[in-house]
């Protein structure tokens, strides 16, 4: 099994693994969400160069999904991923 992130043009989604511990759990999120997050007002964003620019953010909420008891894999949201407000 490769642990490379890719689009997977049938769901229309980005698809990763998150390491955590000694595993690595599968995650997903829709190019949609990675759009509407990241780059609202462009018209040829890339799925995957979003993603890269920001895994560290996404790869982040996929362990807060984790933490309050999401099972792999994790498919994130538009809430999961948006601005968060202080």
């Not at 769901?11 to 955590?20: C, D, E, I, K």
Request: aromatic content about 8%.
């Amino acid at each position: 099994m490769t642990t490379e992130s890719f689009f997977h043009e049938g769901s229309g989604t980005v698809r990763f693994w998150v390491p955590l511990g000694q595993v690595l759990v599968g995650a997903m999120v829709k190019k949609e969400t990675l759009h509407y997050r990241y780059h609202a007002l462009q018209t040829n964003d890339d799925p995957m160069e979003t993603y890269r620019e920001n895994t560290a953010e996404i790869h982040e909420a996929v362990r807060r999904r984790l933490a309050s008891g999401s099972l792999e894999p994790v498919m994130l949201r538009d809430a999961d991923i948006e601005v968060r407000r202080s």
